[in-house]
């Protein structure tokens, strides 16, 4: 996978918001750094999981690689055909154009659908708006051709979206996404609005349109166990920078940053008639606007030492496809394996303990 | 693969459907906002009276017995003539009223009219009258009702011996239309200055804004009366009240601006309004297709009420004299009559228009009240 | 109006009975649940398991008498409680605005939601907050603090006493100085925790916890449900944990009752309902949640979609989900329970005897 041509590269990519008022006397704004300097790369055909909990900036990074949002500093570039595109650099009536190789689908599937017009006007809207058909009916088969797939009764492009539940309105999310074939699209929080049942529905629909139509997705998610399932790689971030990403596998058995294995430690698991007791991580997320100096993780961090407070780490490849951002990353692959975590104690054993 | 088993799960549960879920799925925003105001008896009962009133201003000419401006010689200032089915000499089919006779009143001893119970009068209906013209376009003569040899005042008569039923007819259209005509213009201008404001927010929505508040702090009062002076004295009663409804509407537009930029603020924002921009749709696009259908229902609330405003500023400016000029008729014309004592003592009668006034607004406001609950069909809880 | 005959057992704190709550709404009445059974254990954790429409939180507010004025409850229905003093009664036969009511509320029964922020008044401080349910539902008298009702109301100094203290005891830094903030100055896990010292500020012997952790970060989730735990071990009460997360149910319950379109359809001990799951949906739902031992194998769903509240099939409320429907029985007829050992039922054809499955 690493041979092959990245279909997208983001390097050092920084989007900061300015908050309150610019300070008149001395030219300072202060800035929220939602996304601080972030470099991955994403293939054709395969799905890239980012992975953060809240005030991480999954859900910026998203919006920016879909220019949804201004870029403060760092590059995206697209490789489609023969040419690079260089997102930032495009004018708006290119970008405009642009938007067919690249879509959304949104985290609520309520108001990300007008509820004023038509499940066929809904899906078509990416055909219309940029013209990509030469005729009504040639719009009207690449509608009923995509509902299809997404498993949507035709009779259904009749309705409106009031008449759908969560689930069937996130396929009609989807079928809008895919009719312009895309190649590329980022699933913000798909599923996370979904009931459990619908969730693994949706998953499964979204593998198997990527298998047949060989798109690549950035699937954006704070559960990892959903991630991991849709993933090929997996990229963690912590307020605004990437700790971690490498393959899906070895993420799971080999993960070498402490945020990672505090965020696998932390999921209730059950599995094979045992249930483990999550371990729980000190501390909370760091105000993006006072942000700590060095490693922005080293409040919380269980093995940090005096450097981690006064230097950030770099961003490196710590093996073949396996990125990492901690000083002593190797360290702690070496002494610990992998995350280990409790079997829950009975409640009678617990009692005995008090 | 294993679909094709729950395949035909889901394709077996549509069949569960039941046709009338199918009206409710197809339904249009517009259907939906009918069926829901369908449901408010009050607003549909407020409706069909605002519907009736304005049948009535329109054609007033058919359904008023005589124009505005005959003198009864006869009946001046005289009170409103009841319908009567039956009286000391027997029941009748046929409505009638009775004739008039004139007498000294003991006290004040003026000629007054009283009725003459000896004396029938039947109606007559779709009878040949004066001839009007019926929204400008041409001509008519019929008439709803009147009665031979003598006339028919079932709201009575003013000082100068004129039907007050009729005028207030005519006033009725005239005073509905100056509001309608005043909105419109409001609604125009608020809707081009409104949607850039909100539209395009930034430097362009603060120029706006200091705009709009410059225009809502002139006061109504002394900016008619002031108008009132610089109307030409020599301009018909015609100019003076397409003058008039033009100077309302120019002075309406900034609250439903301010409206108008808030509910595009509100839908700017929303996800199926980027999700529109992410297919590739151009501003223009999203504007007609996205941004406004979806406040187009609160639009319409926002203008029904504000017609009440308008009609009572019309109202309220003529009765003072600073708004429509005489011949022309309007609530407000017919009330400066009613601003005196003689009025209040003798003639009561020459307060029905106020009445009309009173249930016009009254009507609006709960024709408004009922749309507004009616305007979001989509607000239904989720999950 | 006490019932002298109504008993429970030594081990069960809360029992309901034939639960049936309907809602009048302006398309009809809808059933939200159809004749529940449930009994909560003395110190224990029953964990309510479904989804949107399951009616899971409605029977939980129905333990309150929190329900809203268009809902129904068969008065046929019992919530047998045992409050402190020992006795047992029905809370269905209580009127929500009397005062037996108001002092169960937020008194024995405490209870904690999903957003922190919709249960905290954002123009209170915190601790005006908590101060006003501690005085409303603690006494003194004279030397101790206690949660009788007799004695005297708290003064302003002792309310605050006894809040900082639970800021404290839920892990909140700097309690004292929290007490007087404002809702929106806390982070969420914070505000969760905030809220959890509210709800436990007076000591209740039940708490309902609906959905606590679903909008919190996994980190955090970590945190609140370890301190949910010490808490209910050092206060021996009985918790009712509402959540759609197997995960989490598996974690925090003793009992667990999986529910769906108003009815439980299995019931039984942890053990028993996750790992030895017989209900076509309890099956379903565990193997839908992604977990990380089966990375590469596909996602097994429950195909189709939750019926909307007037579509409810006939027969078996999950019919035309189910994979191992039976032709003509399962959408006709509604099972009945079956019980499987002591204390696992379900509800299904499948296990019914004399159903030819």
Redesign the interface.
Known sequence: MTDKKPLITVNELKIHFPIGKKNMWKGEQSVVKAVDGLSFQVFPSETLGLVG??GSGKTTVGRAM?R?LRLTGGAITFHIGNQDIQLANLSNSEL??F??H???I?Q?P?????????VRDIIA??LE??GLCSSREEVDEKVRAIAERC?L?L?YL???P??F????RQRI?IA?ALV?DPEFVVCDESVSAL???????I??LL??LQDERGLSYLFIA?????V??ISDRVAVMYVGRLVELAT??RL?NHPMHPYTR???S????????V?F??????G??PNPAKLPSGCLFHTRCKFSQSVCEAEPPLWREAEPGHFVSCHFAEDLAEKLSAPQTQK?PK?AD??ET? | MT?SN??SH??ED?TDFRTE?AK??????WQ?VWWRFRRHRMAMFGGCLLLIMTLMGAFSGFFSPYDGTDRDRYYVLGPPQMIKFWDQKGASFRPFIHGTKTERDPETLAQISIPDPDTRHYLKFFVRGDTYSVLGLFDGNIRLFGVEDTKIHIFGTDDLGRDLYSRTLIATGTSISIGVIGVMLSFVLALIIGGVAGYFGGIIDSVIQRATEIVRVVPVIPLFMGLAAAFPKDWSSTQVYFAMTIVLGLLGWPTLARRIRGHLLSQKN???V?????????PA?IIS??LL??FTSYIIVDLVITFPYTILAETALSFIGLGLRPPSVSWGILLQDAQNIRAIEQAPWLFIPAGFVVVAVLAFTILGDGLRDAADP?T?S?? | MTDQNLSLPDDILCRVRNLRIQFKTDEGVMTALEGVNYDIPKS?TLGLCG??GSGKSVSTKALMQLLSKNAIVDPASQILFRKRDGSVIDINSLNPGSRETRELRGGEIGMIFQEPMASFSPVYSIGNQMSEAIRLHLRSDGNKITTGIEGRKLSKAEARKVAVEMLDRVGIANASLRFDQYPHEL????RQRAMIALALSTSPSLLIADEPTTAL???????I??LL?ELQ?ELGMSVVFIT?????I??VS?IVAVMYLGRIVEQGT?EDV??DSHHPYSK???E??????K?DE??????G??P?PFDRPAGCSFSNRCEQRIAGLCRKIAPDYAMLNDHHVVRCHLYNEGSGA
Request: net charge negative.
């Open positions: 909990e809240s879909l949804a405009r154009k938007r067919s690249i879509q959304l949104f609520d309520y108001s990300s659908l007008n509820p004023r017009m038509t809207e990416p708006a940029l498993k009764n009779e009749r309705r409106f009031h008449a539940s969560g689930g069937q999310c809008r312009c009931d459990v049942s619908i969730q693994a529905e998953l499964n593998q198997d704070h559960d990892l166990s959903v991991s399932h899906r596998d799971f505090a965020l696998m932390a999921i209730p698991k059950v599995s094979k008639g249930v007791k999550p371990e729980s991580l000190d909370e997320i829950k409640r617990r009692k008090q | 679909m729950q395949d889901i394709n549509d879920d409710y799925f197809t339904a249009s925003q939906l929303e996800d199926y980027l999700a529109a921009e992410l297919a590739g749709s151009k696009r297709r996205h259908p979806s989509y239904v989720k999950g | 224990g989804e949107s982070s969420g896990g914070m970060d996994v980190t955090i989730q970590a945190q449900l370890d735990q071990d759609h997360d197997m995960g989490v598996a974690q003793d942890m996750v790992f379903g739902l565990i839908a949640i992604p977990s990380l031992d990375l596909r996602l097994k769903s429950v195909p979609d939750i909307g």
